[in-house]
């Protein structure tokens, strides 16, 4: 069967399959980590954005940072894609053109900096995970990272390298102003970023830092963003599913579910695309919407995902039918996460309602174990905020308890079982098995793991009421 390609495209609205209107005329964006979830969300606002207004010059490059699988996927088909959006009574397929080049860093270093130089680029996008950034502990940039020194050398390997080696040459060129936009699930995303960056300037050389360091200052916006849509990994199933719609094969599909939400701090100093033409959110303070999706929605998806696996559910549908499972989770958004959020006026029942009944759609097949990846990037974030909260306000957080118990429990499970669908997928993996050890006792394992300090920091690893909640649930659960 043939590939897709833009040559297939103007037969494609005759079958029923939304296709692109025009591709864009020129590159006017970069973003930074091109993986499944950028395909499917920031393309598809941007895209949704140019139709609505017009504008031609809003095409994304996108440089692809761990391997080069998704250039392999992409650039036969000109860099066209399909996003198959599964809702529970009906599946809806679209072909995608707004991405128009994809270059893979490790091999292309030379030409990702050269673009940020282009004065035509005003904006970088980044969705590179929570391990993506490097961070130390204490949450600045890691220091003591060989791929971080190896950048502070010359490189640009990791994603801040990328970024500050980019940024010299567009200060170099006198490119002009930049916005940088984080879309990854950090709290203060663009802060995040920019203090990153600029760590990053403080390590180098004085006057090579201090110089881009200023540029930087004066030059370049870190807005935060908060970016909401389920993008479960694409099986071949799927694949099938679009091939035969399509008539063409289409090796770069992306699965989603039709909710998506893109809520943007409106903090730019160069030209972006108008997303808010494609419904997204410009606002001004975009922290309360972030703590309400990374404690309700991420720390639930997490909690189940970890429950759940244990409990021998596949994905995150079967988990969300399980009733005792939907109940505890109900319990954490209810009991815990609603009253730490109390003073941002959000609605947070009503989210969490909304955020349960789309984890129940079935027709998005979101494994477990893809949810339980990188547990200890995604706890800081995702759970031990709700937990501190709750023990700063003299509760006990019960349900939050339960769900760093069920991670702990499936750290555990990962070390008894190696093989199968139980892998420690994780950056601190050696880490995280040497914390267990050979210890089969709950309170044992707490004792070992609430000692890895960038999960648990100091505040947390000596609270005895804490470490003897985690145990109980521990023991239940082992």
């Given at each position: ?141 890691d220091r003591a990272d060989p791929v971080v020194v190896a950048d502070l050398a010359g490189g640009s390997a990791t994603v801040v390298g990328q970024l500050v080696r980019g940024l010299q040459a567009r ?79 289409d090796r770069a599909v992306v699965v989603a579910e039709p909710f998506r939400q893109w809520v943007i701090e409106n903090r730019f100093v160069a030209p972006r695309p108008a997303w808010e033409q494609a ?200």
């Open positions: 069967m043939k590939r897709l390609s833009a040559e297939s495209v103007p037969g494609l609205a005759a079958g029923g399959v939304r296709a692109p209107v025009a591709r864009p005329r020129r590159v006017g964006m970069l973003h930074l980590g091109i993986g499944a979830f950028h395909r499917a969300h920031q393309a598809v606002f941007t895209e949704d954005a140019a139709v609505a207004t017009g504008e031609d010059h809003w095409g994304i490059c996108g440089i692809t940072q761990r391997s080069a699988a998704v250039l392999d996927q992409l650039r036969p088909q000109d860099c066209l894609y399909s996003v198959l959006e599964r809702g529970r009574a009906e599946e809806q397929i679209r072909v995608v053109g707004q991405v128009t080049e994809v270059l893979y860093a490790a091999q292309d270093a030379a030409a990702t900096t050269s673009l940020f130089a282009d004065p035509g680029i005003s904006l970088v996008t980044l969705t590179v995970t929570e391990k993506g950034y490097r961070r130390s502990a204490e949450g600045g940039l200060a170099r060129a006198g490119g002009g102003p930049l916005s940088v936009l984080s879309c990854d699930n950090l709290a203060g995303n663009g802060r995040v970023v920019e203090h990153l960056v600029l760590d990053f300037c403080d390590a180098l050389p004085a006057p090579e830092g201090e110089a881009i360091g200023s540029w930087i200052e004066e030059h370049v916006a870190f807005p935060s963003s908060m970016v909401d849509r389920i993008v479960p990994a694409t099986s071949e199933a799927d694949r099938a599913v679009v091939a035969r719609a399509l008539g063409v094969e419904g997204a959110e410009l606002v001004d303070d975009v922290e309360p919407y972030e703590r309400l999706k990374l404690r309700t929605l991420n720390g639930t998806h997490s909690m189940l995902a970890y429950l759940g696996a244990l409990r021998g559910h596949q994905t995150i549908a079967e988990a969300v039918a399980d009733d005792e499972l939907r109940g505890w989770a109900w319990r954490f958004i209810s009991d815990d996460v609603a009253p730490t959020l109390s003073a941002d006026g959000l609605d947070v029942i009503a989210y969490g309602e909304q955020v349960l009944e789309r984890f129940a759609n079935p027709a998005l097949q979101h494994r477990t174990t893809q949810v339980a990846m990188d547990g200890s990037q995604k706890l800081p974030l995702r759970l031990l905020p709700t937990v501190r909260a709750r023990l700063e306000a003299g509760a006990t957080p019960e349900w939050a308890d339960l769900a760093v118990a069920g991670w702990m429990a499936y750290v555990v499970r990962c070390r008894d079982r190696r093989e199968g669908s139980f892998v420690l997928d994780d950056p601190l993996a050696e880490r995280l098995r040497a914390a267990v050890g050979d210890r089969t006792d709950a309170v044992g394992v707490v004792d070992g793991l609430v000692q890895v300090e960038e999960i648990f920091g100091p505040d947390l690893r000596d609270v005895r009421r804490l470490r003897e909640s985690l145990a109980g649930h521990l023991e239940g659960l082992l």
